[in-house]
């Protein structure tokens, strides 16, 4: 399979270079038969969830390894010498890098990368017969996936994280680069180039954190990372990707600097409150049934052994959810409230790391409305704005790993959105199962949970300004208070309430590279100054001269608002479900031997269905955007507003557009005319049949006046009946279709004869009652 001349080493393999990938390609493709382009799909997460799972929602991390590790033991098969092993290791570091570039899901890709090295260790015996060059190929591999760490504690947004691991990084290059130096051979020769490079990359990324320390704290260390940053690029042949990481620092820097020399005022949150929001709709069953199911299984103690591991059990149920209660408008309708229930869990922590743990009061709410949530808070203090710029993304699943639990539920999580689809996707559907009233509910709709976009709440109540980050208290000086949003947004580090929750994947310091944005501000809600954003997944509220009360009524009409993508999501899985039962409906009912009858009732019935949907959606948008919903005419103006800017009227508009187009689909007539046809065609045997009948009696007649032999007549009327059973059940076979035609056959005379038999007993039974 292998030959001993290996054209690809004739020449040396020089780092960085486009041409090595391609060589280390061909090589394996044309001397080894390895699938190179399945192995670069193994680290392509998103085509395998597109086709496990469309929309999304689940976890496919099971699926992705087990199809990654059997493309990798074919190709560690077909690599049976040290160097063709060490290039297969080479091509697994070119598509885990490749796809590092282009992935938020690096826990997948460090998993694969993981499951690849012991594939190839076992199939290999590399534990009983080491081969160096092998050995220092899958410790390039390994390099990666802690540089892809690195990058995950840098979302994490916490320094004393991505300062020590950045050190630790350092440090395995340095220990690459020696084992490099002492081995002999063109892979030991690249992988120690393609590491020089990568070490001295992350010693700039160690000035530019530690330049970067320094200037926030109001130091004035001089680092001229302009200069320091062009005479590395000269020299090493540094990646595009590095190149922005490294040039998104020297920004930050600039911007740190230009912001001390003018001695801008820095922001700091001296309270507030953040709330995290993860909406989600319920299909298969109405409020009535959630909050009954609900209160039941919480009334219910687990049995023994039936208790899961990692089980989140609420600590309490309560009827009304609203601590603002007088905003809403107590004569609606009880279907049509926003309060509702709620289950109150255990406190969620979060350790980011040794210096700081974040407690969240968790909660789960149902609205009769279906606007239901699974809602987090927390109250924060003395936040400048690197902390509360990681503080906003904590609930994205691009967040960093941190360590989650829940009280009493024996588990942790990896972040705190993997948290809340573990609640929401997997244990509240059990926790729904339970506490069915009757035996009818089963033949119900399949439970499910639909989410929509996360949201993060954050209400500014009490903000002042400094002269650097971590300022610290000095003597009795009091530092001045902002009174209104105009100052708020004018201070250093203000541009992080102006921005959707960030990703933050190239510096700790993005927040001071961000730019105003006005589009989506609402001013003077209540107050002169008043400041309330909203934008794709976040909504700030600072109302700082007025009392919390106030901002809160405003918090409370935001969450609702946020809420509503998951309203909408479940409306526009509804629709879907409908448009696909019709498409399955259609498809049965051409079907040969279908139950045309049933397929038209269950048409029927589920045209009834999307009518009572039809209604109950409309009813709630119409609430949406009456005044009626809300007590007083500032919070109706106020949600008016926030739907507006939010997007969510674009999103209803939306809906309301699918719902006329599924309204006005002309399905059911269809299927009704289909039937009226098949109808006629049994009209039509039934005429042929007694068509056929009055054939035959003319034919006696004919026999009987002495015209033609009899013979010749008997063919005829045997012609004509053989003719009339052929068409007529040629007909009834079309319409009910074969099966159902046989077991009318069979049925008929089955139940003639019984018929019969129970004539006669009743006969026999009255004649001796007569005795």
Request: aromatic share 8%.
């Given at each position: ?6 054209d690809l080493l ?6 960085r270079?486009?041409?090595v990938?391609?060589r ?5 493709q044309?001397r080894?038969g390895v699938?190179?382009q399945?192995i670069?799909?193994?680290?392509i ?6 086709e ?15 199809r ?7 190709a560690a098969r077909?690599t ?5 092993r ?5 091509w ?7 796809a590092?570039?282009h992935t ?7 998993k694969?990368?993981?499951r690849?090295?012991?594939t ?11 081969d ?5 190929a899958?410790?390039?591999c390994e ?8 990058e995950?504690?840098?979302k994490?947004?916490?320094?004393l ?12 290059c340095t220990?690459?680069l020696?084992?490099?130096a002492?081995?002999?051979g063109?892979?030991?020769a690249?992988i120690g180039?393609e590491?020089a490079v ?5 010693l700039a990324?160690?000035e530019?954190?530690r330049?970067?320390t320094?200037k926030?704290?109001?130091q004035?260390?001089?680092y001229?990372?302009r ?7 000269n ?6 990707v590095?190149l922005s990481k490294?040039?998104?620092h020297?920004?930050?820097l600039e911007r ?7 001695k801008?005022?820095w922001m700091r949150?001296d309270?507030g409150?953040?709330?995290y929001l993860?909406p989600?709709?319920?299909t ?12 039941w299984?919480f009334e219910q103690?687990?049995?023994e ?5 990692g ?7 309560i009827?009304?959810?609203?601590y603002h209660a007088?905003i809403w ?10 309060d509702?229930?709620e289950?109150?869990?255990g406190?969620?922590r979060?350790?980011v790391?040794?210096e700081?743990?974040?407690e ?13 949530c699974l809602?987090?808070e927390?109250?924060v ?5 690197s902390?509360l710029?990681a503080a906003?993304?904590r609930a994205a699943?691009e967040?960093?790993a941190?360590?989650?639990d829940?009280e009493?539920s024996?588990?942790?999580w990896d972040?705190?959105a993997r948290?809340a ?20 509910s089963?033949d119900?709709?399949?439970?499910c949970?639909h989410?929509?976009?996360s ?5 500014v109540?009490r903000?002042?300004?400094r ?5 610290p208290?000095?003597g ?6 902002v009174q209104?949003?105009?100052?708020l947004l004018?201070?250093v ?6 921005h959707a ?9 993005d927040w001071?590279?961000?730019?105003d ?7 003077n809600q209540?107050n002169q100054?008043d400041?309330?954003?909203s934008?794709?997944n976040t ?5 700082l001269d007025?009392?919390?009360f106030i901002s809160?009524d405003?918090?409370a009409?935001?969450?609702f608002?946020a809420c509503l993508s998951?309203?909408?999501?479940a409306?526009?899985f509804q629709?879907?479900?409908y448009r696909?039962g019709?498409t399955?409906l259609?498809?049965a009912?051409?079907?040969?031997g279908?139950d045309?009858?049933?397929?038209l009732?269950?048409?029927?019935a589920a045209?009834?269905r ?6 109950e959606?409309r009813?709630v ?7 009626t919903?809300?007590r007083s ?15 969510i009227d674009?999103?209803?508009e939306?809906f309301?557009?699918r719902?006329?187009?599924v309204?006005?689909d002309?399905?059911e007539?269809t299927?009704?005319r289909?039937?009226?046809d ?7 045997s ?11 009696a003319?034919i006696?007649?004919?026999?009987g006046?002495?015209f033609?032999?009899p013979?010749a007549?008997?063919?005829t009327t045997?012609?004509v009946a053989?003719w ?6 040629q ?5 009910n279709?074969?099966?159902a035609?046989?077991?009318f056959?069979?049925k ?7 018929w019969?038999?129970r004539?006669?007993?009743a ?9």
């Amino acid at each position: 399979m292998e030959s001993l001349d290996d054209d690809l080493l004739d020449a040396p393999l020089e780092a960085r270079s486009d041409t090595v990938p391609r060589r280390i390609e061909s090589h394996l493709q044309d001397r080894c038969g390895v699938d190179t382009q399945g192995i670069r799909d193994c680290f392509i997460w998103n085509g395998l969830q597109s086709e496990v799972d469309p929309g999304g929602e689940w976890d496919i991390e099971e699926a992705y390894l087990a199809r990654a590790t059997a493309v990798f033991e074919a190709a560690a098969r077909r690599t049976q010498r040290g160097v063709s092993r060490a290039l297969l290791c080479l091509w697994v570091h070119h598509s885990s890098v490749r796809a590092w570039n282009h992935t938020y899901r690096v826990d997948l890709l460090t998993k694969c990368m993981v499951r690849f090295a012991a594939t190839a260790r076992e199939l290999w015996g590399l534990d009983s017969e080491p081969d160096p060059t092998v050995e220092l190929a899958l410790r390039l591999c390994e390099l990666v996936q802690e540089e892809i760490l690195l990058e995950d504690r840098l979302k994490t947004g916490s320094r004393l994280r991505y300062t020590e691991f950045l050190d630790t990084v350092i440090g395995s290059c340095t220990g690459v680069l020696h084992d490099a130096a002492t081995m002999p051979g063109p892979v030991a020769a690249y992988i120690g180039d393609e590491v020089a490079v990568r070490h001295q990359y992350h010693l700039a990324l160690r000035e530019a954190n530690r330049a970067l320390t320094a200037k926030s704290a109001g130091q004035r260390k001089k680092y001229e990372f302009r200069k320091e940053l062009r005479r590395l690029v000269n020299r090493w042949p540094f990646s595009s990707v590095e190149l922005s990481k490294l040039n998104a620092h020297r920004q930050a820097l600039e911007r740190l600097q230009e912001a001390q020399d003018e001695k801008r005022p820095w922001m700091r949150v001296d309270e507030g409150r953040i709330v995290y929001l993860f909406p989600f709709g319920v299909t298969g069953l109405d409020y009535g049934q959630i909050a009954s199911r609900l209160r039941w299984a919480f009334e219910q103690p687990p049995e023994e052994g039936e208790e899961r591991p990692g089980m989140v059990r609420p600590t309490a149920v309560i009827d009304h959810f609203t601590y603002h209660a007088d905003i809403w408008e107590p004569r609606l309708e009880r279907d049509k409230r926003f309060d509702g229930t709620e289950l109150i869990l255990g406190k969620v922590r979060l350790r980011v790391d040794e210096e700081t743990t974040e407690e969240l009061n968790a909660a789960i709410r149902f609205s009769p409305m279906g606007v239901h949530c699974l809602r987090l808070e927390r109250t924060v203090e003395d936040l400048y704005p690197s902390e509360l710029h990681a503080a906003m993304f904590r609930a994205a699943r691009e967040h960093g790993a941190i360590e989650v639990d829940c009280e009493q539920s024996g588990r942790t999580w990896d972040r705190l959105a993997r948290f809340a689809r573990d609640l929401l996707l997997t244990q509240l559907p059990e926790q729904l199962s339970y506490g069915a009233e009757d035996e009818e509910s089963k033949d119900d709709a399949p439970i499910c949970i639909h989410r929509g976009r996360s949201h993060v709440l954050v209400r500014v109540l009490r903000a002042s300004e400094r002269q650097r980050e971590f300022e610290p208290h000095i003597g009795e000086v009091d530092r001045p208070m902002v009174q209104d949003g105009h100052r708020l947004l004018s201070l250093v580090g203000a541009s992080v309430l102006l921005h959707a929750a960030p990703d933050a994947k190239e510096s700790l310091w993005d927040w001071i590279r961000l730019a105003d944005d006005h589009s989506k501000q609402i001013w003077n809600q209540r107050n002169q100054g008043d400041l309330l954003i909203s934008t794709e997944n976040t909504t700030v509220i600072a109302a700082l001269d007025a009392p919390n009360f106030i901002s809160g009524d405003l918090e409370a009409i935001a969450e609702f608002t946020a809420c509503l993508s998951g309203t909408l999501a479940a409306w526009n899985f509804q629709l879907d479900s409908y448009r696909a039962g019709v498409t399955e409906l259609i498809a049965a009912y051409n079907t040969p031997g279908a139950d045309r009858g049933a397929q038209l009732a269950a048409m029927k019935a589920a045209r009834t269905r999307m009518l009572g949907f039809e209604n109950e959606t409309r009813q709630v948008i119409s609430l949406l955007h009456s005044p009626t919903l809300l007590r007083s005419p500032s919070n109706a103006a106020a949600l008016r507003r926030l739907l507006a800017v939010s997007g969510i009227d674009e999103q209803i508009e939306t809906f309301e557009a699918r719902l006329n187009e599924v309204m006005a689909d002309q399905s059911e007539a269809t299927l009704q005319r289909w039937e009226g046809d098949r109808q006629q065609r049994v009209r039509d045997s039934a005429t042929a049949a007694v068509s056929a009948l009055s054939i035959c009696a003319a034919i006696s007649i004919w026999q009987g006046a002495g015209f033609w032999t009899p013979q010749a007549w008997g063919w005829t009327t045997a012609v004509v009946a053989v003719w009339a059973v052929g068409y007529v059940g040629q007909r009834w076979v079309s319409y009910n279709g074969f099966r159902a035609t046989a077991r009318f056959v069979v049925k008929v005379p089955l139940a003639f004869a019984g018929w019969v038999w129970r004539a006669a007993t009743a006969w026999r039974m009255r004649a001796i009652r007569e005795r």
